[in-house]
């Protein structure tokens, strides 16, 4: 019986033990610095932040708006193989964003799905959306509806595409939706697919596509699920789960500025993760990441960029 009682007791204490034992394992946040404005690590096999900075600020997401666009397409069932038709209510006329999909360009609904993820392209997403039972305007109900499910209580959504400045959410909301996607097999494959060559009726024209992430190519990431976004009001914006160390980890990095900074803090992380130690930040990127940001700066008016930029990713 008295090696029965300390048998308990000794499991018992191992027990308590474990979660203090876990955290001991996680890697100093103290010692993360990262140039983005918001930030935020997750486990997601423990449900803990292994660092957070501005994790709460409601900011604009920019094109990562095009998972939840993904989710919502798949939820409605409609025929992949479907033709989609490119026509003038795709245009941009927020941005001015340029796109190699012409109006009359036709593609099957799972290569506009495709090209949404992996080139973030906008005119794909529109064509998405707007093919959508109840069009466009039902398909972004439906987008707002996904997200109350979630439990992402500061989002909301007013496109498809991430081009209007009025699409915002938070690092930790957004780290749920990318859990979410992460169980649609479709999701996971096109968003890390690194390029792809689709054939456009009623050409039989071929178009080559990248990714908008170079990350996806590199041999030193295992990443299952990514997302990039940009437009002005957003800054760059980049959402990942990723293997690191065998363990998955949710990286959602918000308002980098630079084109830059946002791969830079990826591989912040990364070696964080692995070796619990800090990679510098770059002077200027880490200065800017430190302004106050002003309220209104995510749902401000959007000002038209010039046809050179193109604010899709």
């Avoid at 993820?117 to 064509?127: C, F, K, V």
């Avoid at 979410?180 to 456009?200: D, F, K, N, Q, W």
Wanted: net charge positive; with cysteine.
């Amino acid at each position: 019986m008295t090696i029965f009682i300390r048998a308990v007791v000794l499991a018992a204490l191992l027990a308590a033990s474990a979660p203090a034992a876990a955290a001991a394992d996680a890697p100093d946040p103290a010692r993360l610095s990262l140039g983005s404005a918001n930030a935020l690590v997750y486990d997601p096999e423990s449900g803990r932040a292994l660092y957070q900075k501005g994790a709460d600020e409601v900011t604009a997401i920019a094109s990562v708006t095009k998972l939840m666009t993904s989710m919502v397409v798949l939820d409605a069932g409609a025929p992949l193989d479907e033709p989609l038709e490119v026509d003038i209510d795709d245009l941009d006329m927020l941005k001015g964003s340029r796109s190699r999909l012409s109006m009359g360009f036709e593609l099957p609904r799972r290569e506009m799905l495709r090209l949404a993820l992996m080139a973030s392209e906008n005119r794909a997403a529109s064509t998405l959306a707007r093919h959508h039972p109840g069009g466009a305007e039902a398909f972004v109900a439906a987008m707002n509806a996904k997200a109350a499910s979630l439990g992402m209580t500061r989002t909301r959504f007013h496109d498809a595409t991430g081009l209007s400045p009025r699409n915002v959410s938070t690092a930790r909301d957004l780290a749920k939706m990318v859990e979410v996607a992460a169980g649609y097999p479709l999701i996971r494959e096109y968003s890390v697919t690194p390029s792809h060559v689709v054939e456009v009726q009623p050409t039989g024209r071929a178009l080559g596509f990248s990714n908008s992430n170079r990350l996806v190519q590199s041999s030193a990431w295992d990443i299952q699920l990514q997302k990039t976004g940009y437009i002005r009001e957003a800054g760059r914006c980049l959402v990942m789960l990723v293997q690191v160390a065998s363990k998955p980890v949710v990286i959602v990095l918000l308002d980098s500025v630079g084109k830059y900074t946002r791969l830079g803090d990826a591989t912040r992380v990364k070696h964080w993760l692995e070796t619990g130690q800090a990679l510098p930040v770059a002077r200027a990127a880490f200065a800017a990441a430190s302004k106050v940001r002003k309220p209104v700066r995510a749902t401000a008016r959007a000002v038209p960029t010039s046809q050179g930029r193109r604010p899709r990713r």
